[in-house]
């Protein structure tokens, strides 16, 4: 997963973290599956940079639930 999608410039926002980083360590805890984390997090930047910037992923997954918080554990 990246901040934006190839060829588009990611903002740094006004706080602490930028808008990708702040969306992402607000989910990245939840008990679901990566995906579904993932576009939870483009939605809230794209929210909050005002449909500017759209964070972008590239893979190839496979198998069943990946949820990190489950590995954490």
């Given at each position: 997963s ?5 060829g588009?410039?990611?903002?740094d926002?006004?706080?602490t973290h ?21 576009r ?13 910037q759209e964070?972008?992923e ?9 949820v990190?918080?489950?590995?954490a554990?």
């Amino acid at each position: 997963s990246y901040a934006t999608r190839d060829g588009s410039v990611a903002e740094d926002g006004t706080g602490t973290h930028s808008p990708y980083t702040s969306a992402l360590l607000r989910h990245l805890d939840a008990d679901e599956d990566i995906a579904l984390v993932l576009r939870r997090v483009r939605q809230e930047v794209l929210r909050a940079t005002g449909q500017r910037q759209e964070p972008w992923e590239y893979g190839s997954l496979v198998g069943d639930q990946l949820v990190l918080s489950r590995l954490a554990r």
